[in-house]
């Protein structure tokens, strides 16, 4: 499964994400976020930018709650699906979040006029590797194969993710697999030694089979 900040620790271009929030503070209020609180794109017929200046938020489908990524701090998203006549995703929440929201069309006169667009096209270049990644994961594999890739997924997050979200809730969230079935390869991989879950937390991965 795709992993957003291993994709920015490998990037050279780490820092761009850090030059546009510092710079956009000046026209933006930060403000304090609790867990479980939800953002919404949308606001008074305005697409919105939202700014995560610390914290983590997960992005879930508004239709269904899936749950597409993990977004970690620092991160600009909302120029995802500009285009589109009404976003159906919002964010929610992990822990306490700092955050800004600023409306699309502002942003980019602000890109505009402080020389922000080399910085803005490393950002999409990574959100395009984003959905790359999430599409090869996903898309086109066996439900087994789905299933590892988000156990190692969830090895990859952080430590009060991983000790707050069951193995089963983790996939359950971003998967339409049926809870018996996840249950099953669960047991069956903990079982074969494959895996180390307690109460419901995955521990440890020592290997995942290619077959099952």
Not at 158 to 166: G, N, P, V, Y
């Amino acid at each position: 499964m795709y992993n957003f900040s291993k994709i920015l620790q490998q990037s050279k271009s780490a820092p761009f994400i850090d030059i546009i929030l510092n710079s956009i503070k000046s026209i933006i209020k930060i403000r304090q976020g609790r867990p479980s609180q939800r953002f919404y794109l949308d606001q008074t017929d305005k697409k919105m930018c939202f700014l995560l200046y610390s914290g983590t938020c997960i992005a879930k489908r508004t239709n269904d709650s899936l749950v597409l990524s993990t977004i970690n701090s620092p991160s600009v998203f909302g120029l995802h699906d500009v285009f589109h006549e009404k976003s159906d995703i919002h964010l929610l929440a992990v822990n306490d979040v700092e955050y800004g929201m600023v409306a699309v069309d502002d942003f980019l006169t602000y890109a505009d006029e402080h020389h922000l667009w080399k910085e803005i096209s490393y950002m999409l270049m990574l959100s395009a590797t984003r959905f790359s990644e999430y599409q090869r994961e996903t898309v086109g594999v066996s439900n087994y194969e789905l299933i590892c890739n988000l156990l190692v997924s969830l090895s990859l997050e952080s430590f009060e993710i991983r000790a707050t979200t069951t193995a089963l809730e983790y996939i359950q969230e971003r998967s339409i697999l049926s809870r018996s079935g996840i249950m099953k390869t669960l047991s069956s991989l903990k079982e074969g030694g494959y895996i180390v879950i307690k109460k419901g937390l995955l521990i440890s991965i020592n290997s995942l089979p290619k077959k099952f």
